[in-house]
């Protein structure tokens, strides 16, 4: 079956703590991004990557890395994760290498920073 | 201004209405449209793209408009099940540089 998968789904961490949320796509597909929604301003746009070894900053990229040295594998990192990083945050993939065509979403991770 | 606006609802219909969204962009060199539902607590999935003809899938319709700049989408006979947000994405350079931009969602509630 055709999927982005996530982990963890949800996840409770503590301030500075280091965390990686991973994504994986089963697709073949080039494009790669990572979002972040919050109640009120919609969905954002984290790093994206259109290929392996390239990626780039989207409308949010503060306080997150990304790294994609595999096709299928685009992980989130925060290395020391803040309060104002408690969101709802969903990979996407497309098989378009500029992301313009249909994107599959994973089901999300919720991440709660104390 | 933000780039992709839409009007956060909710739009409350009654089951068998009819109900339009619209979903304004200020980038007049955007190049995809598209509609995402995405039900509560759930992953976003592509409704449908809207060419510049227009489309229709069955009940819901979209239209583009690239003179006033906007994007529209129109269910007919709306069932309990339309009940989400509908999301709009428009793609294009935006002011960071990147090709994507969704829309802050409608939020409609069909009620029996």
């Known amino acids: 079956e055709a999927q982005v998968t996530q982990n963890p789904r949800y996840l409770i961490t503590v301030t500075g703590k280091k965390l990686t949320v991973t994504c994986s796509q089963n697709?073949?597909?080039?494009?790669m991004s990572w979002y972040r929604q919050d109640p009120g301003l919609g969905l954002r746009q984290i790093y994206y990557?259109?290929?392996?070894?390239?990626?780039d900053k989207g409308d949010v990229p503060e306080g997150y890395k990304v790294s994609r040295k595999e096709k299928r594998n685009f992980p989130l990192i925060l290395e020391s994760p803040s309060p104002n990083q408690t969101s709802l945050y969903f990979c996407?993939?497309?098989?378009?290498?500029?992301?313009?065509?249909?994107?599959?979403f994973g089901e999300g991770s919720r991440l709660t920073v104390l | 201004r933000k780039e992709v606006e839409q009007d956060p609802g909710p739009f409350n219909v009654p089951e068998g209405a009819t109900v339009a969204f619209n979903c304004t962009y200020s980038?007049?060199?955007?190049?995809?449209f598209f509609w995402y539902r995405q039900d509560c607590r759930k992953e976003p999935k592509l409704l449908m793209s809207?060419?510049?003809s227009g489309n229709e899938d069955g009940r819901f319709t979209a239209q583009l408009n690239r003179a006033s700049q906007y994007i529209s989408l129109l269910i007919r006979d709306s069932k309990l099940s339309d009940s989400a947000t509908y999301l709009c994405?428009?793609?294009?350079?935006?002011?960071?540089?990147?090709?994507?931009?969704f829309g802050g969602g409608t939020r409609l509630m069909v009620k029996p």
């Open positions: 697709m073949n597909h080039e494009y």
């Open positions: 996407a993939s497309s098989l378009d290498r500029l992301g313009t065509g249909e994107l599959f």
């Open positions: 990557s259109m290929n392996v070894e390239v990626t």
């Open positions: 809207v060419y510049s």
């Open positions: 980038n007049s060199a955007s190049q995809s």
């Open positions: 994405v428009v793609t294009g350079f935006n002011n960071a540089g990147n090709m994507l931009t």
